[in-house]
């Protein structure tokens, strides 16, 4: 009996630490592995999100993760953003800086030689329409494939009040 109290009050317990832990202003956040931990110029990665509220307004962004053997100080990257009716509402060039350009130190958060980034591409947009969105990211170095890139993501977030 004892023991079936402590599971309980133990279970509660862990239940409400998952549920403080959500993120409540995430909307969409999904990232994509890159095959052979390489970005070649004919891949683009699409990641599809669904917009309910158009009154809210959304920050987007690029999640990236690289090793640390990845050659260049910074990464360009062009957006395609697509509406649910297929007509394409943004595109845009985005440069994003994974090392310090004067020393060459990796930014971001590490873990042994991999770094993970999260930049922010586009910044208290609202969507006018309800419905399924695509977001489509394309790399735009002058090296195909490009090395040291381990996966490329989107996290569509409610901006806070």
Not at 37 to 56: H, M, R, S
Not at 102 to 130: C, M, V, Y
Request: hydrophobic share 40%; with cysteine.
């Amino acid at each position: 009996m004892r023991m079936n109290r402590f599971l309980s009050v133990a279970l509660a317990l862990c239940l409400s630490v998952l549920l403080g832990s959500c993120d409540a202003n995430r909307v969409f956040e999904e990232n994509q592995d890159l095959p052979n931990n390489q970005w070649p110029v004919k891949l683009t990665p699409t990641f599809t999100f669904e917009i309910t509220d158009t009154t809210q307004q959304y920050n987007v962004y690029f999640n990236v993760r690289n090793a640390v053997s990845y050659q260049f100080y910074n990464l360009y990257l062009r957006h395609y953003l697509i509406g649910p009716d297929g007509k394409q509402i943004s595109s845009a060039l985005h440069e994003m800086f994974l090392m310090d350009p004067k020393t060459g130190e990796p930014r971001g958060s590490g873990a042994g030689d991999i770094f993970d980034h999260q930049f922010r591409a586009l910044k208290n947009i609202r969507f006018a329409q309800p419905g399924k969105y695509q977001l489509k990211v394309k790399q735009y170095m002058r090296q195909d494939p490009l090395p040291s890139m381990m996966a490329i993501g989107v996290r569509v977030e409610k901006v806070a009040p």
